[in-house]
């Protein structure tokens, strides 16, 4: 250590020191003379390992209360909008099978049409097609199989 610190100028550091009976986190750095590029003596810094054990796990503490949080919340806005795509899947084919037992008055509901993802166009696409089966087949409609 005194080879590196005051001969070499460089920083010593150790995490296992024992220093009358209990261990310490360490850093000796060289200080210097002004004016000169050579060490005078060396700085002692240093504190229990115990206390630097406790910062860390403090800070692990809160790393993992944020963790479970964004997770939480992450939960939250996957079911809403695994949710949101089910139920308009699920309207979506409430209206095909009208249109397959030969309803062909068969509506969309309002909020399909008003989306603007791909579940809003297969809605669009089912409206589609039961207009054009009633300008084809204007006999079909509201006829039992």
């Known amino acids: 250590m005194i080879q590196k ?7 010593y ?19 210097y ?19 630097v054990s406790a910062i860390i796990n403090e800070i692990r503490l809160q790393m993992l209360i944020v963790i479970a949080v964004v ?5 939250l806005f996957l079911i809403r909008v695994i949710n949101g795509l089910i139920n308009g899947l699920a309207s979506g084919m ?4 009208k249109l397959s037992e030969g309803d062909l008055t ?15 166009m297969l809605g669009k696409e089912i409206i589609c097609t039961g207009k054009r089966c009633r300008r084809r087949y204007p006999d079909l409609r509201n006829q039992p199989d």
């Open 71 to 75: 997770l939480f919340v992450t939960t």
């Open 33 to 51: 003379q002004e004016n000169t590029n050579q060490p005078v003596c060396m700085i002692f810094l240093g504190t229990p390992r115990a206390n």
């Open 5 to 11: 610190v005051l001969k070499n100028g460089e920083c």
């Open 13 to 31: 550091q150790n995490r296992d020191v024992e220093i009358l009976g209990t261990k310490y986190v360490v850093c000796y750095a060289p200080f």
């Open 94 to 97: 409430k209206v095909l099978q």
């Open 106 to 120: 068969a509506e969309a509901d309002t909020a399909i049409l008003n989306r603007t993802d791909e579940i809003g």
